[in-house]
């Protein structure tokens, strides 16, 4: 009966309205996003969770311009766990708005520390599809501000364009109500999704961040760089902010500053850092 209970779970993962054998291999994977689940629910409801923050760099000046919030899991055992494992699990379980929200919080409080020690850094945040559905979203923006009397301009959301088109209609109005409070919002990972030239329009975003896929080969691939070049183009002719993702390399700064792409992030620069560690890059580098 145990047996049949894992296969089933299985099949429900899977869609439902289907079919799946058990196997010992099965049983194990159960237990693991088990002993993964627990691990995340603990974490959150103990307020363990990590924020590391990577900094987004003026690619002809080298200075700080922004910093990008990303949550970090660590196990009993002191090991971090990837973001490619739980994040998923987060959303299948209906952890990812608690997990977001707290992210949302010590992102704002970190900010702020910076604010106070005379360092104007705006931090982004990366928003899940169910917290931007979330009705109440904009009133939990709107209280992380305040809680942290913390300048709306300052708090940057990074929405992918699959989020934005899962009901065009509701997205568009969920953005009005965060742009009303004064903060900015950021296309995700641009390229891989619909890119739509209606949509863009439409939204009325501030920031365009170019996928690091594309960027990874722009100097092998005839294919990515043009992709990146129209990319630029167009986020320029709509006066947009660019931000080029996963920059590893010397040639890539300077490819991207020869289309006219001034800001980028990737471990050209640094790794995504802890608090403490990114208030030591702050001191190393001056800010925009």
Not at 200 to 226: A, G, T, W
């Amino acid at each position: 009966m145990r047996h049949a209970d894992v296969a089933m779970y299985r099949a429900k993962q899977e869609g439902r309205n289907r079919f799946s054998f058990f196997s010992h291999d099965l049983e194990s994977s159960i237990r693991e996003r088990h002993q993964l689940e627990t691990c995340l629910r603990n974490a959150i409801s103990h307020d363990e969770l990590f924020v590391h923050y990577q900094p987004k760099i003026n690619l002809a000046t080298n200075e700080i311009v922004g910093a990008e919030a990303l949550v970090r899991l660590v196990d009993s055992e002191g090991v971090f766990i990837s973001p490619n494992e739980f994040i998923p699990l987060a959303e299948e379980s209906g952890l990812i708005i608690r997990l977001g929200n707290q992210v949302l919080y010590k992102a704002c409080a970190e900010a702020k520390s910076w604010l106070d020690k005379g360092c104007n850094i705006p931090i982004s945040v990366n928003v899940a599809v169910a917290q931007f559905a979330d009705p109440h979203f904009a009133n939990i923006i709107e209280k992380a501000l305040h809680d942290y009397q913390l300048p709306a301009e300052l708090l940057e959301l990074e929405i992918t364009e699959t989020a934005l088109m899962i009901d065009a209609a509701e997205m568009q109005t969920r953005l009005y109500q965060l742009k009303s409070l004064g903060i900015k919002i950021a296309i995700d990972d641009f390229g891989t999704g619909y890119s739509s030239l209606a949509y863009l329009k439409k939204f009325n975003v501030d920031v365009m961040k170019i996928d690091m896929s594309f960027i990874k080969d722009m100097l092998n691939n005839k294919h990515d760089y043009e992709i990146v070049k129209t990319i630029i183009s167009l986020g320029q002719s709509m006066g947009l902010s660019l931000i080029a993702e996963g920059v590893e390399t010397e040639e890539q700064r300077q490819a991207l500053l020869e289309l006219d792409c001034l800001m980028g992030q990737g471990y050209l620069f640094s790794r995504p850092l802890s608090a403490n560690d990114f208030n030591a890059f702050i001191l190393q580098h001056k800010v925009n």
